[in-house]
């Protein structure tokens, strides 16, 4: 499972005998985008992915619909290869070395994939766990007790600040019994089981559960700290490198990246020290597909746009000035307004001919 960040180094390339086509050169050109800039996959589409079975399947998939194009998949199938679709786009020359390259050849791309991309999740782990402490008062005061920053034992449900944010919607942090067996793990919260740091505020409604999810405020600043720079999450701060967004000429929020931020802050806040796919404490992958599957589920559509534009205003401020509605009497909306009846004569003249 990954998210497909990877830089290939000198050492990993293959001799030139042994490239499927006898150019070793592209084999290291399709998974390289220099040294600086990354595949930007795992976080705006899908983090958490077995890359060697995405391109099996896909692999698959595509000769599926080339044998029969008006074959039927089902959902899940169909969001499988929308990932593999995806990941095609995000690696120039990635469709190209799939159709000519042996299975060992595949299976060789997959696993250099698989690699860089947990070092890239893991780089973000760790940048992340140290932020977030500074993010858990309000700037000037201090947290009693303090929290290590290179260190988690004494987050998660250990500590007042960590504990109230991990706590359980429906569950009362405030209640002595219901701490206690969080701490121990007599209570365990499954990955569906959604957290109180998710919601603006830190504050969840039972009547109205959209209401503020997803929009708190240590999200957008683990968003910032990730895609836009550290120094970004302060308002006067001015980042001095571009940051990941930028790099990939990211100008829009997915669904997928406001997955993977909430499931990089909750591990943050955890206390515990390693992430895994597997583990009981987070249950990190349960928690980021339950949310990607509510993000992508066409019956929320009208609710997800909106928390998709909310948060390019907060992340994207050209995105914010572009969707503003364009003003009244100025020359750009008396363009708009002349285009307008052209466009509606058109249509008229094409009903009636």
């Known amino acids: 499972m990954i998210s497909l960040e990877i830089m290939v180094s000198q050492e990993n390339q293959r001799p030139a005998e042994q490239s499927c086509d006898k150019r070793p050169s592209q084999t290291v050109d399709v998974l390289q985008q220099g040294p600086r800039k990354k595949p930007h996959f795992g976080r705006t ?78 780089d973000d782990t760790k940048s992340l766990k140290s932020a977030i402490i500074d993010w858990l008062t309000p700037p000037g005061e201090a947290l009693i007790p303090p929290i290590a920053r290179n260190m988690k034992v004494d987050r998660g449900y250990h500590h007042e600040k960590t504990g109230v944010l991990l706590c359980p919607t429906g569950v009362d942090w405030s209640d002595i019994k219901i701490k206690q067996k969080l701490r121990t793990g007599e209570f365990t919260v499954r990955g569906d089981q959604w957290l109180i740091f998710l919601w603006s505020g830190y504050k969840y409604d039972e009547d109205q559960p959209w209401r503020g999810l997803l929009r708190s405020d240590i999200l957008v600043k683990s968003f910032k700290h990730i895609f836009t720079s550290p120094s970004s999450v302060e308002k006067e701060a001015k980042a001095t490198r571009s940051g990941n967004a930028r790099l990939h000429g990211m100008t829009s929020v997915t669904p997928a990246s406001v997955a993977y931020v909430a499931t990089q802050a909750r591990f943050a806040l955890s206390s515990l020290p390693v992430f895994t796919h597997s583990d009981k404490v987070t249950d990190s992958e349960l928690f980021y597909n339950s949310i990607l599957n509510l993000l992508e589920d066409p019956d929320e559509r009208t609710e997800v746009g909106d928390l998709i534009s909310w948060w390019n205003r907060q992340i994207f401020p050209n995105y914010a000035a572009s969707s503003h509605p364009v003003s009244k009497n100025s020359a750009l909306a008396k363009i708009k307004a002349k285009r307008a009846v052209e466009k509606s004569a058109l249509g008229d003249q094409n009903l009636n001919a």
Not at 81 to 88: D, G, K, Q, R
Not at 98 to 119: F, H, I
């Open 45 to 122: 589409i899908h983090a958490l992915c077995n890359v060697h079975a995405l391109i099996e399947q896909g692999i698959g998939c595509m000769l599926r619909l080339s044998e029969n194009p008006n074959e039927i998949f089902t959902l899940q199938e169909r969001r499988e290869h929308e990932v593999f679709l995806a990941l095609l786009r995000a690696v120039p020359g990635f469709e190209e070395r799939l159709m000519t390259c042996s299975d060992e050849e595949v299976n060789s791309m997959a696993g250099m994939l698989q690699k860089g991309a947990s070092s890239t999740r893991s």
